[in-house]
C-alpha cells in the first residue's frame, strides 16, 4: 500500500511540475507573441504616419508649383562655389537663370551664363560660349523646357518604398519647422541623390535642405532650397544685360570651329 501510495504522490508531484511548465511555457508563448503583434502593430503605424506625411507633403508641393506665380531657387554648395540657379513664373511666362559665386567672400565668379526665358509664346536661351566668351541666344517656337527646375511628383509606390525603410523625425532648419527625412540604404542606388537627408517644411512641403551622406571626398551634394509665392513681378522677368546677348546666327561662325583648319 504505501508503495502504490509514494508512486501516485510521486505522479502527482510530477503532474504539478508539469502544470506549473505548461503554465510558464503559456506565459512566455503569451508574452512573446504580445511583443511580436506590438512590434508589427508599432510599425504599421508608423509607416502610415510616414505616408502620411509623405503624401501631404508631395500634395502641398505639387500644388504651388502649379501655381501662377512663384520664385524657387536652388544652392548648390561645392568646395569653393556655390553654384545657384533661379526659377521665376508669372502667369504664361517663367525664367531660368543659373550663375557661380565664390563661397568665401560671395563675388559673382560669372555673370549669368545659362539662361531660359519663356515669353508664353517662344523659348529663348541665353548663353555665352566657352572659348571666345561671346554672349548669343537663340529661338524655338513653344515652351520647350517647361519642365525644368522643376520637382517630379512622387509616385504612390516611391512613397510607400520610402514610408517603410526611411526615418522621419522632426527638427527646425532655418527657423522652420520641419520634417527630417533619413534615407535607409536599402533604397540607394547609383544616384547620388538618394542618399540625401531631406528636410521639407512642415506647412508647405518645400524641401528646405538637402544633406549628402556619400562619403566621396570630391562631392558635397549640400543644397539649400527657398520658394516665395506671389512675389514675382515683370521686372523679375527680364534677362540681366541683355543687350550684351546678339542673335546666334550673327555670331555663329565666330564660334564654330572651321573644318579646313
Known amino acids: 500500500m504505501k508503495e502504490e501510495y509514494d508512486v501516485k504522490k510521486m505522479k502527482n508531484e510530477e503532474s504539478n511540475v508539469n502544470r506549473k511548465c505548461n503554465r510558464k511555457f503559456k506565459s512566455w508563448k503569451f508574452v512573446i507573441v504580445f511583443i511580436i503583434v506590438l512590434i508589427i502593430i508599432l510599425f504599421i503605424a508608423s509607416t502610415i504616419r510616414k505616408y502620411v506625411?509623405?503624401?501631404?507633403?508631395?500634395?502641398?508641393?505639387?500644388?504651388?508649383?502649379?501655381?501662377?506665380?512663384?520664385?524657387?531657387?536652388?544652392?548648390?554648395?561645392?568646395?569653393?562655389?556655390?553654384?545657384?540657379?533661379?526659377?521665376?513664373?508669372k502667369d504664361d511666362k517663367h525664367l531660368y537663370i543659373s550663375y557661380s559665386?565664390?563661397?568665401?567672400?560671395?563675388?559673382?565668379i560669372s555673370p549669368v551664363?545659362?539662361?531660359?526665358?519663356?515669353?508664353?509664346?517662344?523659348?529663348?536661351?541665353?548663353?555665352e560660349d566657352e572659348k571666345t566668351k561671346i554672349k548669343y541666344y537663340t529661338t524655338?517656337?513653344?515652351d520647350t523646357n517647361k519642365d525644368i527646375f522643376i520637382p517630379?511628383?512622387?509616385?504612390?509606390?516611391?512613397?510607400?518604398?520610402r514610408s517603410i525603410f526611411s526615418k522621419i523625425d522632426t527638427t527646425i532648419m532655418n527657423g522652420k519647422s520641419c520634417y527630417r527625412i533619413i534615407p535607409s540604404r536599402i533604397l540607394?542606388?547609383?544616384?547620388?541623390?538618394?542618399?540625401?537627408?531631406?528636410?521639407?517644411?512642415?506647412?508647405?512641403g518645400f524641401p528646405i535642405r538637402s544633406i549628402s551622406t556619400n562619403n566621396l571626398s570630391n562631392y558635397t551634394g549640400m543644397c539649400e532650397y527657398?520658394?516665395?509665392?506671389n512675389t514675382v513681378t515683370d521686372n523679375d522677368l527680364i534677362i540681366p544685360n541683355i543687350e550684351e546677348y546678339r542673335p546666334y546666327e550673327e555670331i555663329k561662325?565666330?564660334?564654330?570651329?572651321?573644318e579646313d583648319e
Open 53 to 89: 506625411i509623405l503624401l501631404g507633403n508631395n500634395e502641398n508641393l505639387q500644388n504651388v508649383i502649379n501655381s501662377n506665380n512663384y520664385h524657387w531657387k536652388i544652392d548648390t554648395y561645392s568646395e569653393n562655389s556655390i553654384f545657384s540657379q533661379e526659377i521665376y513664373k
Open 101 to 108: 559665386n565664390n563661397k568665401s567672400i560671395y563675388e559673382t
Open 113 to 127: 551664363v545659362y539662361a531660359i526665358y519663356y515669353d508664353g509664346q517662344n523659348t529663348y536661351i541665353y548663353n
Open 140 to 142: 524655338s517656337e513653344g
Open 152 to 161: 517630379e511628383k512622387l509616385k504612390s509606390s516611391d512613397i510607400l518604398l
Open 188 to 204: 540607394i542606388n547609383n544616384n547620388l541623390d538618394d542618399d540625401n537627408i531631406e528636410y521639407i517644411e512642415k506647412d508647405t
Open 226 to 229: 527657398s520658394m516665395e509665392l
Open 253 to 258: 561662325e565666330m564660334i564654330t570651329p572651321n
